[in-house]
């Protein structure tokens, strides 16, 4: 049985959230919380919950907060459900984590519904208006093409192939397993590939791939 926690404290969407849940086929545990505290408390006892979670609306001091929480409960699975969340904020939560789901509160009802079975699958959603905002933005900066032209030579065509399962999630296990390699050769990839682009995480390989055009964003995001 699955758990689903709410954290709005607007009550008309918080009913109606509760409503979608409860059409459900499979049966679930519905909690409610009022403030964060009460979020960490509920999370101790049910690990592998669901969260919806009006950010703009809870007291999260910051996007950073929220990622270390996500941290220590690596089994929980968040549903950003806000009338409104700035782009910084959506990148910044949705590069620190494939837990991060989002669907605004003026989304269609087959896109709740959707974000709702996908966290139960412990896959990403990501609604159509927050993905042509992603995307209309990336397009908007300066400076990509010629960086996608300059930079992506650095990596060979494998190198490339690597950072893209890198970025999309994968473990170097996966990868190795997918691509039927040894994990010490993905491994030595990984390494190759870091000192290359000159980063020491994924976060900012998976930056790196989107500005130099390796990731196909559309696909990334939707």
């Given at each position: ?76 699975c968040w549903i950003l459900f806000s009338e409104e969340l700035s782009i910084p904020l959506l990148r910044q ?85 997918q691509k039927n390699i040894s994990f010490h050769t993905v491994n030595s990839h990984r390494k190759n590939i870091?000192r290359k682009i000159g980063v020491n995480n994924v976060h900012e390989a998976t930056k790196y791939a989107m ?12």
């Amino acid at each position: 049985m699955k758990t689903f926690i709410i954290a709005d404290n607007q009550f008309i969407t918080n009913a109606g959230m509760q409503f979608l849940l409860t059409m459900q086929k499979d049966p679930s545990v519905i909690i409610d919380v009022i403030n964060k505290e009460e979020l960490i408390q509920k999370l101790r006892l049910y690990t592998d919950a669901i969260v919806i979670l009006d950010y703009s609306l809870f007291n999260f001091i910051s996007a950073e907060e929220l990622i270390i929480t996500q941290q220590r409960f690596k089994q929980t699975c968040w549903i950003l459900f806000s009338e409104e969340l700035s782009i910084p904020l959506l990148r910044q939560l949705l590069f620190s984590s494939n837990s991060f789901s989002v669907v605004m509160k003026n989304s269609p009802k087959e896109e709740i519904q959707s974000a709702i079975q996908y966290a139960v699958r412990q896959e990403r959603f990501i609604c159509n208006y927050v993905s042509n905002l992603l995307l209309a933005n990336t397009q908007q900066q300066s400076g990509i093409s010629t960086y996608s032209k300059e930079e992506s030579s650095l990596l060979t065509t494998t190198e490339k192939a690597i950072l893209k399962e890198i970025a999309s999630g994968k473990t170097t296990k996966e990868i190795a397993t997918q691509k039927n390699i040894s994990f010490h050769t993905v491994n030595s990839h990984r390494k190759n590939i870091f000192r290359k682009i000159g980063v020491n995480n994924v976060h900012e390989a998976t930056k790196y791939a989107m500005r130099a055009g390796i990731i196909d964003l559309a696909e990334y995001y939707i």
